[in-house]
């Protein structure tokens, strides 16, 4: 039997970030423990170590969220820690109504979680003081902004090497499929090779998703992030890339499924279809050249496709097949932004 999820993940989180959790658990435990005097300074370790987040945006908002949780949870716990004890139904009744509070609240799914989880830490682990529920409050707030700090001044994290690589990959295999339909036309094809063109094609439309998903990581690990304008107008480039190559995406698709559909093996004798072959490779050189620049490479060949295409009126056993491609490549002529 397989289980329907795995403890593993795709990939190991950054070992830096290892680091700065561990430094930011430590140094809540010891500078909590050294201002607040008492019990251990759990809640100012396990707030130091949520808080320290992949971006300092990320991080700002957990430790709101994990501060508001606690407040919330250590208030419950300890009124009703008052009103009846500490028994075992006081602190499963404290977690009941803690959820309850937070989904009338309508917390988000962190915050709900630790106002549950903070009452029943303050009733089993502790007293029902306020002088305790204070104490635990200022842990949590001390421990949230140690984890913050750590996170701000040990090499804030900064997204946009992924983003740029997404956005890399995608022109480098849209220029790979503009060439496999040039060939295609050009060459004599089974139907079970063009169903594999389609396929090609269309994952390029999870690879659109994924570099759009990975920009705004990099937008968000720039927030409140002191070296973000450095990075600014990077940003700013393979977004612009990435704008400029999704239409293109869509017209691709539409002219592989174009030939998908109406193919036959005598429209490679089209001199109409041997012209959009060619243009498809001058579009795919145009497309790898932008993909550099996102790279900030020198991109110093001139565009390829440097104006529409002309032709003849086709055959018109052909005619559909060929007027399609005409308006998809005209698009994506428009789209790589070179002057009619």
């Given at each position: 039997m397989?289980?329907?999820?795995?403890?593993?993940?795709?990939?190991?989180?950054?070992l830096?970030?290892v680091?700065?959790s561990?430094?930011?658990?430590?140094?809540?435990?010891?500078?909590a423990?050294?201002?607040?005097?008492?019990?251990?300074?759990?809640?100012?370790?396990?707030?130091?170590?949520?808080?320290?987040?992949?971006?300092?945006?990320?991080?700002?908002?957990?430790?709101?969220?994990?501060?508001?949780?606690?407040?919330?949870?250590?208030?419950?716990?300890?009124?009703?820690?008052?009103?009846?004890?500490?028994?075992?139904?006081?602190?499963?009744?404290?977690?009941?109504?803690?959820i309850?509070?937070?989904?009338?609240?309508?917390?988000?799914?962190?915050?709900?979680?630790?106002?549950?989880?903070?009452?029943?830490?303050?009733?089993?682990?502790?007293?029902?003081?306020p002088?305790?529920?204070?104490?635990?409050?200022?842990?949590t707030?001390?421990?949230?902004?140690?984890?913050?700090?750590?996170?701000?001044?040990?090499?804030?994290?900064?997204?946009?090497?992924?983003?740029?690589?997404r956005?890399?990959?995608?022109?480098?295999?849209?220029?790979?499929?503009?060439?496999?339909?040039?060939?295609?036309?050009?060459?004599?094809?089974?139907?079970?090779?063009?169903?594999?063109?389609?396929?090609?094609?269309?994952?390029?439309?999870?690879?659109?998703?994924?570099a759009t998903?990975?920009?705004?990581?990099?937008?968000?690990?720039?927030?409140?992030?002191?070296?973000?304008?450095?990075?600014?107008?990077?940003?700013?480039r393979?977004?612009?890339?990435?704008?400029?190559?999704s239409?293109?995406?869509?017209?691709?698709?539409g002219?592989?499924?174009a030939?998908?559909?109406?193919?036959?093996p005598?429209v490679?004798s089209?001199?109409?279809?041997?012209?959009?072959?060619?243009?498809?490779?001058?579009?795919?050189?145009?497309?790898?050249?932008?993909?550099?620049?996102?790279a900030?490479e020198?991109?110093?060949?001139?565009?390829?496709l440097?104006?529409?295409?002309?032709v003849?009126?086709?055959?018109?056993?052909?005619?559909?097949?060929?007027?399609?491609?005409?308006?998809?490549?005209?698009?994506?002529?428009?789209?790589?932004?070179?002057?009619?």
């Amino acid at each position: 039997m397989r289980l329907p999820t795995t403890i593993r993940a795709p990939r190991r989180a950054p070992l830096l970030q290892v680091v700065k959790s561990a430094v930011a658990t430590i140094a809540a435990w010891l500078i909590a423990g050294w201002l607040v005097q008492g019990p251990p300074p759990v809640f100012a370790a396990i707030a130091a170590l949520l808080v320290v987040q992949p971006s300092l945006n990320q991080s700002l908002t957990r430790a709101a969220e994990r501060s508001v949780g606690v407040i919330l949870g250590v208030l419950i716990a300890s009124a009703l820690g008052i009103a009846f004890g500490s028994s075992v139904w006081v602190v499963l009744g404290a977690a009941a109504v803690a959820i309850v509070a937070a989904w009338a609240l309508r917390m988000t799914p962190t915050t709900s979680n630790q106002v549950a989880i903070s009452a029943i830490l303050v009733l089993a682990l502790g007293t029902a003081t306020p002088g305790y529920a204070v104490d635990r409050i200022l842990e949590t707030l001390i421990g949230a902004a140690i984890g913050f700090v750590v996170n701000l001044a040990i090499v804030p994290p900064v997204a946009i090497g992924p983003a740029r690589t997404r956005v890399d990959a995608l022109g480098a295999e849209l220029a790979a499929a503009m060439e496999r339909l040039a060939d295609a036309l050009q060459e004599t094809r089974t139907r079970a090779q063009l169903e594999e063109l389609l396929l090609q094609a269309r994952l390029l439309r999870p690879m659109v998703a994924g570099a759009t998903d990975a920009l705004g990581d990099a937008d968000e690990s720039l927030t409140f992030n002191p070296l973000g304008r450095r990075h600014r107008d990077e940003l700013a480039r393979a977004r612009a890339t990435l704008d400029a190559l999704s239409p293109i995406v869509t017209q691709l698709i539409g002219m592989t499924r174009a030939v998908y559909d109406r193919y036959d093996p005598s429209v490679a004798s089209e001199p109409a279809v041997r012209a959009i072959a060619n243009q498809l490779r001058r579009a795919a050189h145009d497309t790898r050249v932008r993909a550099a620049d996102t790279a900030r490479e020198a991109a110093d060949e001139p565009p390829a496709l440097t104006r529409p295409l002309q032709v003849t009126a086709p055959s018109p056993a052909h005619w559909v097949l060929i007027g399609s491609l005409l308006v998809d490549l005209r698009r994506i002529h428009e789209s790589l932004g070179e002057p009619d």
